[in-house]
């Protein structure tokens, strides 16, 4: 009789969760199954695969993995992240009501406004460092509270156990966006999160090569209508993009080690730069809710933002195009470092006077810190900056 070890390690379940080898072959690897039917033995007797925008035997592989890394019971994998934060909101109807945060992810707070609103769906854009703030936008329509922590750029804490027992004494969904930490770093169910959604194109895929996002729960009853949801709007991945994010799963311990141990260098050589007015990094002690990122988080990962002194536009825009290394880009979570104006690359979608509310001025510039040599990463920002 064969036994098997429970409580595996992360990195022993990055590597073996839902993956065996091949039944037919032996492939250690799973099968990229780049099929869109399967064959039946009589009009819906199958093998529990009908067609691939239901179920593909790949992505299942995947949405298993993910599923594991976050202490999960149910993943589904999606087109992209927008895909999988879609699928959420229409869990919702006309006149309800969703409580989330001032400093959020462009398209996030373009899908809400320009597509959910016009819908009926009402959001209110609140300041989540201290969750007591939701209390006050609690009614009888509000649903469900959405959380980015840390936050898209200015990397505030939400603290997701206050956030949890507020959403489970009014009886609404918490949906956490752990796109920036990853499942490495903080799994948000350890601290009552309902939904648990992943920007997999980042840190997950970790090689900007893939595009998809993932959705993970425990609720049974709250799998079945977003897997409805999944499988009806068809905003589906498809086996190749699977096959490159499972193998990119393997490495992701390794990677955010790295991405850690040189965000941190970085972070602390950037707050002692003179050209540097403000450092964004929830590592430092004074950062706002360093207590609560301790708490909730295994490390302060590589992201960092930066507010340059006494810079113009112009000023700004000249910086970020003086790298060497570092490429000025969207996205973020990748091996290599990418350097992002969020004012007018991933947050100019949000009104100019609600930015600044939320800190992105225009003087603000966003650092995906990758695992390159450090070394080099050091000259190149000095090397820009001066």
Not at 276 to 302: L, R
């Amino acid at each position: 009789m064969r036994t098997e070890k429970s409580n595996l390690g992360f990195g022993t379940k990055a590597i073996h969760a839902g993956q065996h080898p091949d039944e037919v072959t032996g492939a250690v690897m799973t099968p990229i199954y780049q099929t869109s039917t399967y064959a039946q033995e009589s009009p819906g007797k199958h093998k529990g695969y009908a067609y691939a925008r239901g179920k593909n035997p790949t992505r299942n592989a995947l949405e298993k993995c993910l599923a594991a890394l976050e202490n999960a019971k149910h993943g589904l994998c999606f087109s992209s992240g927008m895909g999988a934060t879609d699928a959420v909101i229409k869990l919702l109807k006309p006149g309800d009501e969703v409580i989330t945060g001032n400093d959020l992810y462009g398209g996030t707070y373009r899908m809400f406004t320009k597509v959910f609103e016009p819908l009926g769906i009402k959001f209110h854009f609140i300041n989540l460092h201290d969750a007591e703030n939701i209390k006050q936008y609690i009614n009888n329509n509000t649903k469900l509270i959405w959380v980015e922590t840390p936050t898209n750029p200015t990397m505030q804490i939400v603290d997701i156990e206050a956030c949890s027992k507020i959403a489970k004494a009014h009886q609404l969904w918490l949906a956490v966006d752990n796109t920036f930490a990853s499942p490495y770093l903080q799994n948000p169910f350890s601290f009552g999160a309902d939904i648990v959604m992943h920007s997999v194109t980042k840190y997950l895929g970790g090689h900007s090569d893939v595009v998809m996002g993932a959705l993970l729960m425990n609720d049974d009853q709250l799998f079945e209508k977003l897997a409805f949801i999944h499988n009806s709007c068809g905003a589906t991945p498809g086996p190749q993009d699977c096959f490159l994010v499972l193998r990119g799963l393997k490495t992701l311990h390794l990677r955010m080690k790295a991405h850690c141990e040189n965000g941190r260098t970085i972070a602390h050589y950037l707050r002692n730069h003179p050209k540097i007015e403000k450092v964004y990094w929830p590592g430092f002690e004074d950062h706002p809710n360093h207590a609560i990122a301790k708490k909730q988080m295994k490390d302060f990962g590589g992201m960092i933002s930066i507010v340059l002194k006494n810079a113009s536009l112009e000023d700004t825009f000249k910086i970020a195009s003086s790298f060497q290394i570092i490429t000025l880009a969207e996205s973020l979570g990748g091996v290599e470092s990418l350097i992002n104006h969020p004012a007018t690359m991933t947050h100019a979608s949000i009104p100019k006077a609600e930015r600044e509310q939320a800190g992105v001025v225009d003087n603000l510039l966003r650092i995906s810190v990758g695992v390159e040599d450090i070394d080099d990463l050091l000259w190149d920002i000095e090397h820009a900056l001066s």
